[in-house]
């Protein structure tokens, strides 16, 4: 059974042949599953697009155009930076 040490900062490195059993690769999410035994079940999130898909769906919000979306874009970058974009991009 792999085993794995933890840091003071509560970091573990998951041993490689538990990457390689649950396919994760840099930036992958894992889950912490509590069972009622009071086990604990560490599983791979793996989201599909269909388990995604309309999520940012807001029927109440109106549809921008591409300008007006543009604008917005403008707007925070020349807030954030102080400096109007660059609108050759």
């Known amino acids: 059974m792999p085993i794995a040490a933890l840091t003071s900062k509560g970091q573990v490195t998951i041993p490689k042949k538990v990457r390689v059993l649950l396919d994760l690769h840099a930036g992958d999410k894992i889950e912490f599953v509590f069972e009622k035994d009071g086990a604990i079940t560490v ?6 697009v269909d388990d995604v898909f ?13 300008e007006e979306m543009n604008e917005a874009i403008q707007r925070q970058v020349s807030s954030e930076t102080g400096k109007q974009a660059d609108e050759s991009a």
């Open 43 to 48: 599983r791979a999130v793996k989201k599909t």
């Open 54 to 66: 309309g999520k940012l769906y807001n029927p109440a919000r109106k549809p921008l155009s591409v």
